[in-house]
């Protein structure tokens, strides 16, 4: 039987979504070391994408099979009831459902909405240190908006992707970028789309904050991703200051 999961996580502590064998502090790790002794054998958990070491998830999507099984079968409340139980507090499965055979949470993503933070007061709150990138300066919000209207749309985003060996496509599309002021000092970018590349998100940041500074004219986006170069794009901003804020599917999912 497959199963659909929705987690939430506070990204901080761990080195990111993706298991790796030099360290048990991975998102994906966690899940699959319960989920493996409650089925007693070997669980894989697959997610919606690797989110990187620092970043945190509201709705990150992620689905694993269990054999159909008398115990477990229709039993969603229960399986979530025994992760969350075993889970850290700043890891938890929000829902749990079954789902068709053919459902791939990755595979069958339609859309993903990402939220970049950024405080631009000189000191950042301390009780939100770990989810805000601490700017500490003015930015220019109009001047971003009018870069950002050259990134809508199907391109090719290498020059904003972080794996430089990259051997697949970097053709994404980029549905909306939307800025929300958050208070007197801090600014949220909201990035949807059908699939973001490495660090794509983190980089179109530091673009984007480049042009609020005035350090890059907002005309220069399409120069930018007509280069095909990561050189051409921006610094990359921080990992704490991301967000992955839902995944979406189509009819069905």
């Known amino acids: 039987m497959n199963y659909k999961m929705i987690l939430a996580y506070d990204g901080t502590r761990y080195n990111g979504w993706q298991k790796q064998g030099n360290t048990d502090r991975t998102i994906q790790g966690k899940l699959e070391q319960i989920l493996t002794r409650m089925a007693g054998g070997p669980i894989e958990v697959f997610g919606s994408g690797r989110t990187d070491r620092g970043v945190h998830a509201e709705g990150q999507t992620a689905n694993f099979h269990l054999k ?11 399986i979530l009831e025994y992760i969350n139980t075993y889970l850290p507090e700043d890891i938890a499965v929000l829902s749990c459902e079954a789902v068709p055979e053919r459902f791939h949470s990755r595979l069958s993503a339609a859309r993903k909405t990402y939220r970049y933070q950024i405080e631009m007061s000189p000191k950042k709150n301390v009780f939100q240190r770990d989810y805000y990138y601490g700017l500490g300066c003015r930015l220019d919000q109009k001047k971003m908006e009018e870069a950002a209207a ?5 391109h090719d985003f290498k020059s904003f992707c972080g794996n430089s060996r990259m051997k697949k496509s970097t053709v994404r599309r980029i549905d909306s970028i939307e800025f929300e002021a958050a208070g007197e000092s801090r600014l949220h970018i909201r990035y949807t789309g059908n699939g973001f590349l490495q660090q794509m998100v983190r980089i179109l940041t530091g673009t984007l904050i480049e042009a609020g500074l005035g350090k890059r004219a907002p005309e220069q986006m399409k120069a930018v991703l007509e280069a095909l170069n990561r050189q051409a794009a921006g610094f990359t901003a921080p990992a704490q200051g991301l967000f992955l804020e839902k995944v979406e599917y189509g009819e069905g999912k």
Not at 68 to 78: A, G, P, R, V
Not at 150 to 154: A, D, P, R, V, Y
Request: no cysteine.
């Open 68 to 78: 159909q099984t008398e115990e477990y079968e229709d039993k969603s409340l229960q």
């Open 150 to 154: 050259f990134l809508i749309g199907t």
